[in-house]
């Protein structure tokens, strides 16, 4: 009660409102601290001070107005904001099916993000959620150059096998396997990139090693033959077994 009547005297101190919204958030009572931040902004408008009222929108289950406030701020911004704005901008488009508004919107924001390699990232997750396979992996080769984990390196290759550019991802492949050899997941997709790129002397190499390790299951050698899943690579892999 006491607050209530501090603000109503003093209704231009956004400080005030800040306050009362860091209570409301306290308390979980995410649509007053919308209401104060909101407050807040009017009376000294800042970037930081949006954003933060976005997040009690998404909160407060109001994502629509929490999306239309982050592309708001992300637009008006002259700085180009900070990255996890915009990861929290991806995060709505994908919750609420707008991958296509939010790529056209990240394309307009480009010049300022397009040095940072999360960045590339995020595309890839909207073209991923829009099924274009060869969007998400030219956004992913976009990233190679700050050096991929493996994770990020996997779905790479998987997404350019995908998109029909099997050499490519049989390099990464590759690199990945140099630092787990005995992975026969990513040994049996090598053979298959190699298959479909027409490579069939390195998929049989591929084959004659995947045999070889110790590790190797009576399992992981049917999927390593169901890998060759071409009469001409079966004939030559059963000759070569001769």
Request: charged share 25%; aromatic share 8%; glycine share 4%.
């Amino acid at each position: 009660m006491a607050y209530a009547q501090a603000l109503d005297l003093c209704r231009d101190d956004a400080s005030l409102w800040q306050n009362q919204a860091r209570v409301a958030w306290g308390t979980k009572n995410y649509e007053l601290a919308e209401q104060s931040l909101l407050e807040a902004w009017k009376i000294k408008p800042s970037d930081k001070l949006l954003f933060n009222v976005s997040l009690a929108q998404i909160h407060a289950g109001k994502k629509a107005q929490a999306f239309d406030t982050l592309e708001e701020l992300l637009n008006r911004s002259t700085q180009g904001g900070r990255l996890s704005w915009v990861e929290a901008y991806v995060e709505l488009c994908l919750d609420l099916k707008r991958a296509e508004r939010g790529l056209s919107a990240l394309q307009h924001w480009r010049q300022d993000y397009e040095q940072e390699p999360q960045f590339w990232y995020l595309q890839t997750l909207l073209h991923v959620r829009l099924n274009d396979s060869v969007q998400a992996a030219a956004c992913l080769e976009s990233w190679l150059h700050s050096g991929l984990c493996r994770r990020v390196k996997k779905l790479l290759a998987d997404l350019l096998l995908q998109a029909k550019v099997p050499l490519r991802a049989a390099e990464l492949y590759r690199q990945l396997l140099t630092l787990q050899p005995e992975n026969m997941e990513l040994r049996q997709q090598l053979i298959i990139a190699y298959r479909l790129g027409g490579q069939l002397p390195q998929a049989l190499e591929v084959v004659n090693k995947a045999l070889t390790l110790r590790n190797t299951t009576d399992f992981y050698v049917k999927k390593v033959k169901s890998a060759l899943n071409s009469r001409i690579i079966r004939n030559h892999w059963m000759l070569s077994r001769l």
